[in-house]
């Protein structure tokens, strides 16, 4: 129903810029709640940031003035500009939202992640 593929990793050095891409296929996503998520082997996944369906973002205190999240609703797309990016942005990123034909039986959906790497 919901197919998310996150694309745009890679290796920058501290203080470089990455921009993360979640492709959505399978349903349209315009009015979702979409969030990017991180981790690191070993540890839980982390939120990182939220951009709801009226637009309106949040942000982990830790990215909180360096991450951007925006949409793209004609491409069923959201995006994740990471700047002034630092050694512990090092993960795992995740793109997830919730589904369903109802609201009260949703359904998580997560792309298979994109490796980040912030390493001089």
């Known amino acids: 129903q919901v197919q998310l593929v996150e694309s745009g990793g890679g290796l920058v050095q501290p203080g470089g810029s990455l921009r993360l891409t979640c492709s959505a296929s399978?349903?349209?996503?315009?009015?979702?709640?979409m969030d990017w998520y991180r981790q690191i082997p070993g540890k839980q996944r982390e939120f990182v940031a939220r951009?709801?369906?009226?637009?309106?973002?949040d942000y982990a205190d830790s990215v909180k003035g360096r991450f951007t999240i925006s949409r793209d609703t004609a491409n069923n797309a959201v995006y994740l500009q990471m700047n002034s990016l630092m050694i512990e942005d090092t993960a795992v990123y995740y793109c997830?939202?919730?589904?369903?034909?109802?609201?009260?039986?949703?359904?998580?959906?997560w792309g298979q992640g994109t490796q980040v790497t912030v390493s001089s």
């Open positions: 951009i709801t369906g009226g637009g309106s973002t």
């Open positions: 399978g349903t349209r996503l315009s009015r979702n709640d």
């Open positions: 997830h939202t919730r589904w369903g034909h109802v609201v009260e039986r949703l359904d998580d959906y």
